[in-house]
């Protein structure tokens, strides 16, 4: 069973394909993505590696993290889920909201 990994501290200028052939001299790689922010393109400094099997994992999180590369240790660790997280939007547990009237006296339109 395949295993996604998440790498962290990547320098600016990294590629997918760096990437790619980095974790392809441990083991076989599924896919790899490297996070952009939406609007310019840009790299955010980390991004996810999906291994073929769960040794091939274990043994890129023990000889990669740490490593530096570009002038950064990267952090490589298991990807956490994201399983029980919901949409986006806006959302107020707790912390009171507007629910379009506000709170004293009345609207003063002419």
Request: aromatic letters at 8%; a positive charge.
């Amino acid at each position: 069973m395949n295993k996604k990994l998440y790498v962290g501290n990547l320098p600016y200028s990294s590629t997918e394909d760096e990437l790619k052939e980095m974790f392809g001299k441990i083991g076989s790689v599924e896919s790899v993505s490297i996070v952009t922010d939406r609007f310019s393109g840009k790299s955010k400094g980390f991004g996810f590696v999906q291994m073929a099997n769960e040794d091939d994992a274990s043994k890129a999180i023990s000889e990669l993290s740490g490593k530096e590369i570009g002038g950064r240790r990267i952090i490589v660790s298991e990807a956490r889920s994201e399983g029980g997280r919901k949409g986006g939007g806006f959302h107020s547990k707790g912390r009171g909201s507007f629910r379009g009237r506000r709170s004293g006296g009345g609207s003063n339109r002419n």
